[in-house]
Nanobody, 124 residues
């Protein structure tokens, strides 16, 4: 059974940092692109960051570019998101996901496995 489990969320003040982790089990995703999405209350799920299977390419939403960094460790089957200079607008549930292909993509419908999410709350 494939499972993605996020961790590392929490409450942080504006300007602070958090590091999210996603542990995959049930199969290896070393040949799949992976990504992070988020959903704030009352809003649709939105793309945050994505990384190709080889870590050769990364994509970021404009709202997080320069503040967030996505990375992966294929040997450990894990995905991470380093979030710096957090803003109240970053408050959301963050989800990791694995894509069907190797190429990083911003489109949620190209991801087939999703974690349960981890809450990130940034206070002003």
């Amino acid at each position: 059974q494939v499972q993605l489990v996020e961790s590392g969320g929490g409450l942080v003040q504006a300007g602070g940092s958090l590091r999210l982790s996603c542990a995959a089990s049930g199969r290896t995703f070393s040949r799949n692109a992976m990504g992070w999405f988020r959903q704030a209350p009352g809003k649709e799920r939105e793309f945050v960051a994505a990384i190709s299977w080889s870590s050769g390419s990364e994509y970021y939403a404009d709202s997080v570019k320069g503040r967030f960094t996505i990375s992966r460790d294929n040997a450990k089957n894990t995905l991470s998101l380093q979030m710096n200079s957090l803003e109240p607008e970053d408050t959301a549930v963050y989800y990791c996901a694995t894509a069907r292909g190797t190429i990083a993509t911003i489109w949620a419908n190209r991801y087939d496995y999703w974690g349960q999410g981890t809450q990130v709350t940034v206070s002003s």
